[in-house]
Each structure stands twice: as C-alpha cells, then as structure tokens.
C-alpha cells in the first residue's frame, strides 16, 4: 500500500519558520495542498521529479520553498515568515505520472495524500 507519511507541523509565532516533510517514494510529482477551517482545499505548491520544475501559489510564492532530497526520497516544504492566514491542515499529494504545468494546482490530478499535518500560526 503506497503511504505519504508527513511532518513538520507545529504551532510557530507570525514571522516564523517551519519545515514540512513528505516521504514519497515512486511520484514524479509531488505537492502541498492546505485546508484553513471552513476553506475549500487549496493549492500550495508543486515540484516535479523528472523535467523538473517548481510552483507555487501567489499567496506563498517568496516565502515557502520547495525542495527535495532524492536519497532520502522526501520532499520539504520550507515556510518562512508566516503569518496567521497561513494556519491550516497541509496535505502532501503525489502523482505517479508528471502533471502538466496547467494541471498542477487540480487536486484531481493527484492519486495519492497524506493524514495531513495541522501548522497553527498565532501569537
């Protein structure tokens, strides 16, 4: 049974930093989606494997990172300066296939995600 096990969440102060972790092992594509209470599941960012590439929403884009490290076969995504609207249940999602750079934000388009791990960003 393929698993994404995640962590990394926390409760962190605004203007601070956390790194999330997604063992994924197999995926050509794997991302962050976030869901806020009482907020449709939203699209975070995205990097793919094999003919690379990284996305992110604009409402992270400069502060979150992701990266990977392919000995370990885990994708990081590293949050900085956060701030309160930021507080929500990250999901790591993966695809098998490559997801095409118009489809990377379609939750559809991944077969696979995680328990989801809760990042509470408050004072």
């Known amino acids: 049974q393929v698993q994404l096990v995640e962590s990394g969440g926390g409760l962190v102060q605004p203007g601070g930093s956390l790194r999330l972790s997604c063992a994924a092992s197999?995926?050509?594509?794997v991302g962050w989606f976030r869901q806020a209470p009482g907020k449709e599941r939203e699209f975070v960012s995205t990097l793919r494997r094999s003919g690379g590439g990284t996305y992110y929403a604009e409402a992270v884009k400069g502060r979150f990172t992701i990266s990977e490290d392919r000995d370990k076969n885990t994708v990081y995504l590293q949050m900085n300066t956060l701030r309160p609207e930021d507080t929500a249940v990250y999901y790591c999602?993966?695809?098998?296939?490559?997801?095409?750079?118009?489809?990377?934000?379609?939750?559809?388009?991944?077969?696979?995600w995680g328990q989801g791990t809760q990042v509470t960003v408050s004072a």
């Open positions: 197999g995926f050509n594509t």
């Open positions: 999602a993966a695809a098998v296939n490559r997801i095409i750079t118009s489809a990377v934000t379609n939750q559809r388009r991944y077969n696979y």
